[in-house]
């Protein structure tokens, strides 16, 4: 199968998946999610595989959210955005095998959530986590902010999006978004060992496990759908594009002067 913008490889039973977009900070447009949903498709019901790797190439960063260049009030793909973001989430989530999230750089925005949605994220001292949708005219409303709020609490939740700050490796890791910070040039050796580990165990019982542990989620998916459909319209209005034209024009927005 030939991609374009991401890289796939499999190596001792672990399926390594990287967002090829350095030159952009691995921002995903709608070709990378459509290639990102067949490989991790693929990788996700091949028996042979154990473990699922997600990462992003270059040093800077692992994602960094939806390439802005592609949108114009919609995106550049299929999906009420104009992005299959909400079924890339969900075949993360629905893949019988756990994935992993490698964080050696910036994961922002879109990023930041889909590290959020992998089952386990590994992280260097380097990577940096944080939310910009209110500082661009963007919201992610479904496992963006509803599933984040289970795993670092509401009112952390809530500040991350709200506040659109930056947070280190190691304070990611105290809020439980991570769980486990290595030195930078230890990443991949630590990612190795906890792939080396989860091939030891029974595919099927964490399979059974991964269900379980999504059931208790499941109703985000529908909470997802409904806020798409809303966010779809709102990315066609101005309040929402004056994010993306003050981000081309260099200048701070001014989202009350266009407030719906």
């Known amino acids: 199968m030939d991609y374009t913008d991401i890289l796939y490889r499999v190596e001792d ?8 977009r350095p030159q952009v900070m691995n921002a995903f ?8 949903i067949r490989a991790f498709n693929k990788a ?13 190439a270059g040093e800077r960063a692992f994602c960094t959210g939806g390439d802005q260049s592609s949108h114009e009030g919609q995106y550049d793909g299929r999906g009420m955005i104009g ?20 964080v050696q750089g910036y994961a922002i925005g879109g990023g930041n959530v889909l590290a959020t949605v992998c089952d386990l994220t590994i992280a260097s001292e380097k990577a940096i986590f944080g939310q910009v949708g209110p500082k661009m005219g963007s919201v992610d409303p479904g496992f963006g902010t ?11 939740a809530r500040e991350i999006w709200y506040m659109c700050r930056r947070y280190s490796a190691a304070e990611a890791m105290a809020m439980g978004l991570v769980n486990a910070v290595v030195p930078h040039e230890e990443l991949d050796a630590e990612i190795a060992r906890w792939c080396a580990e989860l091939m030891e165990r029974s595919p099927t019982a964490i399979a059974i496990a991964k269900r379980s542990f999504n059931a ?21 209005s101005a309040e ?11 200048r701070k927005p001014n989202f009350r002067k266009h407030q719906m």
Not at 29 to 36: A, D, I, K, V
């Open 13 to 20: 039973g672990v399926a390594h998946i990287t967002i090829n």
């Open 29 to 36: 447009r709608g070709q990378t999610c459509e290639e990102l």
């Open 44 to 56: 996700g019901w091949d028996k042979s595989i154990g473990v699922i790797v997600l990462g992003g």
């Open 83 to 102: 992005l299959p973001v909400e079924e890339l989430q969900g075949v993360i989530r629905d893949v019988p095998k756990p994935v992993i999230a490698r």
């Open 146 to 156: 509803a599933y984040l709020a289970r795993v670092v609490g509401e009112k952390k």
């Open 216 to 236: 208790d989620s499941e109703n985000i998916r529908g909470i997802g759908a409904m806020g798409m459909q809303t966010l779809s319209m709102y990315y066609a």
């Open 240 to 250: 929402s594009q004056e994010g993306v034209n003050a981000l081309k024009e260099k």
